[in-house]
T-cell receptor
């Protein structure tokens, strides 16, 4: 089955700096890679996703890149703001179910 | 409002109690899921229902019993739980297409004493 590794587990950046979170997956059949943001007291919310036929996708300050050969994908947040502070989860969908990374706690210091 | 509503938000129960978690989705989706979220661990898929039929059961102990009476409602019945079952239980829904994103509720924080 699929196995998703996520790094780092915690990340602290200064407001305005960029943040990068990286994930690797094991199932070469995986073809859908969403990213979720979970704020305190709430459930995970989808912020961006990418499919295996695309190498990069952007949505304002958020971008995701996918390297199918190396089986890794990354989330990039530019010009970070305090409201970006949350736990971020990557996920990969293979032949069976959606597998999640263990999460990255991002703290943006004002 | 997330479109997926879970009740209660918090639940404390003893090991001999019986309780139920409720989930309702207002998104017109045809698949619903239960996930368990424990600290510093990946989300664990427990059950999947598609078109009201259970299509996946990831070796979850029988003290957890799901019920899906229709495509908008999902329950998780709990009985004789253990302290290690304390966690955040998340409900999600999707269109059922394998490439459709999951929409999560805000979860029920369960504490077993």
């Amino acid at each position: 089955g699929e196995n998703v590794e996520q790094h780092p587990s915690t990340l602290s950046v200064q407001e305005g700096d960029s943040a990068v979170i990286k994930c690797t997956y094991s199932d070469s059949a995986s073809n859908y890679f969403p990213w979720y943001k979970q704020e305190l007291g709430k459930g995970p919310q989808l912020i961006i996703d990418i499919r295996s036929n695309v190498g990069e996708k952007k949505d304002q300050r958020i971008a995701v890149t996918l390297n199918k050969t190396a089986k890794h994908f990354s989330l990039h947040i530019t010009e970070t703001q305090p409201e970006d502070s949350a736990v971020y989860f990557c996920a990969a969908l293979g032949n069976n179910d959606m597998r999640f990374g263990a999460g990255t706690r991002l703290t943006v210091k004002p | 409002e997330t479109g997926v509503t879970q009740t209660p938000r918090h639940l404390v129960m003893g090991m001999t109690n019986k309780k139920s978690l409720k989930c309702e989705q207002h998104l017109g989706h045809n698949a619903m899921y239960w996930y368990k979220q424990s600290a510093k661990k990946p989300l664990e898929l427990m059950f999947v229902y598609s078109l009201e039929e259970r299509v996946e059961n990831n070796s979850v102990p029988s003290r957890f019993s799901p019920e899906c009476p229709n495509s908008s409602h999902l329950f998780l019945h709990l009985h004789t739980l253990q302290p290690e079952d304390s966690a955040l239980y998340l409900c999600a829904s999707s269109q059922g297409d394998r490439n459709s994103p999951l929409h999560f509720g805000n979860g029920t924080r369960l504490t077993v004493t």
